[in-house]
């Protein structure tokens, strides 16, 4: 394998799209596995170049938009996808210790290990701090018993991102810690639940006395709040399309089967729509379908698609102000989550409005291949799931904007004292 590497993002965007060029030319060959060519990626900084040396390359926006055209441009497949390369990397970087980002990160940037997300409990959605699974110490471990629900990418994670409830005596949000748990062990059940779409995203997921390590507490004990705050600003700023990475429809990890398969497999196919979300692609594609089908010079289809491109720049411009530190104002992830559900509504509308009768015929005999339609169905999702948009909204309002906090309990209250569903404690 090739030791060349991509160009620093101090470079122009000509020469980083020529020492890419050089780079796929060298390193990608269809032949190859999908575990050897994500190992290539890996090796390179180019699997996440958003993240800073020396696992990736510090690369904003603009300069990870060259890395995905070379992408397609060589007919090669993206990075592992999922929510060990967008949530969980990030958040152990933020907060784990030096051995346990060794132990975590390159796993998820090579693609040898999939992660899902166990946050969302049935009785506690938007009211994450709400959540009732408990574990209990038992000298070096700790024993998880409890429901988990919505939990994207569960049928085939190798880890878990679990906040459990550690202090019940402690006020509920000061109670919880962030676990990295294994999924593959006695004490835990995944069932997929079936959405509309006709795919099986999200899933439900039982644990009875499963167990992780106390060497897997990601940041402090009891302090999992903080650590899973980052993990949702991460999760809202990427539901908002602010990491621009482009994902292979191949699923990393053990447990899916993919790694061993031949990486050309995978070219041409195409990822879930929670996986991608509305941008330049889809705008293209509705501008298209517009002029194919004669109604380009229609007033409002030009003015809605003029209004659709004028939110993608909003959420892009928005992306690089927040990269400014001098320029944050600790919403921004909130913003670009609300950004990105308004600019699907728009999209979904839009379509409707272009294919007319054609929106109600599904699958990929049907006009656009079944994209856009599966788009509107799929559109209400984003708005609920990383926090509903009207919670959102309380959060700017409560933590950006300095509003009055909404009506509650005194902040003091143990979890214990709390009304809550029946629970074991």
């Not at 996808?81 to 998820?108: D, W, Y």
């Not at 990393?252 to 195409?270: E, N, Q, V």
Request: net charge negative; charged share 20%.
């Amino acid at each position: 394998m090739s030791e060349r590497r991509a160009a620093t993002p101090s470079a122009s965007a000509e020469e980083i799209r020529s020492e890419l060029d050089a780079w796929m030319a060298v390193n990608w060959d269809p032949d190859i596995s999908v575990r050897e060519w994500w190992a290539r990626l890996a090796a390179a900084g180019l699997a996440n170049p958003t993240l800073a040396e020396p696992f990736g390359r510090g690369w904003g926006r603009a300069e990870t938009r060259v890395l995905v055209d070379a992408i397609r441009a060589a007919g090669a497949i993206g990075s592992p996808a999922g929510l060990g390369m967008l949530l969980a990397a990030p958040t152990v970087l933020e907060h784990g210790t030096p051995s346990q980002i060794e132990r975590f990160v390159p796993a998820i940037l090579d693609g040898t290990e999939s992660w899902c997300q166990l946050f969302s409990e049935p009785g506690a959605g938007s009211d994450l701090a709400g959540l009732q699974t408990k574990a209990v110490r038992d000298g070096d471990e700790w024993i998880i018993t409890g429901q988990k629900v919505w939990t994207s990418e569960g049928s085939h994670a190798d880890l878990g991102m679990l906040v459990a409830r550690t202090d019940p005596e402690a006020p509920k949000h000061r109670g919880l810690t962030w676990f990295a748990f294994e999924m593959d062990q006695d004490g835990v059940e995944v069932r997929p639940l079936r959405e509309m779409t006709g795919r099986s995203l999200f899933n439900e997921v039982f644990i009875d006395g499963a167990r992780v390590p106390h060497a897997n507490v990601i940041g402090n004990l009891n302090d999992g709040w903080r650590v899973t705050n980052t993990t949702l600003m991460v999760e809202r700023a990427g539901i908002g399309g602010s990491h621009g990475l482009a994902f292979a429809a191949a699923h990393p990890g053990s447990i899916a089967g993919h790694l061993d398969r031949p990486a050309g497999t995978f070219r041409g196919k195409r990822l879930p729509l929670a996986a991608g979300g509305v941008g330049p692609g889809t705008l293209n594609q509705l501008s298209s379908e517009a002029r194919a089908r004669g109604r380009a010079d229609d007033a409002l289809v030009r003015q809605e698609l003029a209004a659709l491109h004028v939110d993608l720049e909003l959420m892009r411009l928005s992306s690089i102000r927040g990269r400014q530190r001098s320029q944050r104002t600790g919403g921004e992830g909130n913003l670009a989550k609300l950004r990105m559900t308004a600019a699907l509504r728009r999209a979904r509308s839009l379509a409707s409005t272009i294919l007319g009768a054609d929106m109600t015929l599904w699958g990929e005999s049907a006009a656009t291949d079944g994209v856009l339609q599966e788009m509107a169905v799929f559109s209400p999702a984003p708005s609920i799931y990383g926090g509903t948009d009207e919670i959102q909204r309380n959060i700017l309002g409560e933590r950006v904007l300095g509003l009055p906090r909404e009506p509650g309990p005194d902040p003091a209250t143990p979890f214990r004292e709390l009304a809550q569903n029946a629970t074991s404690w």
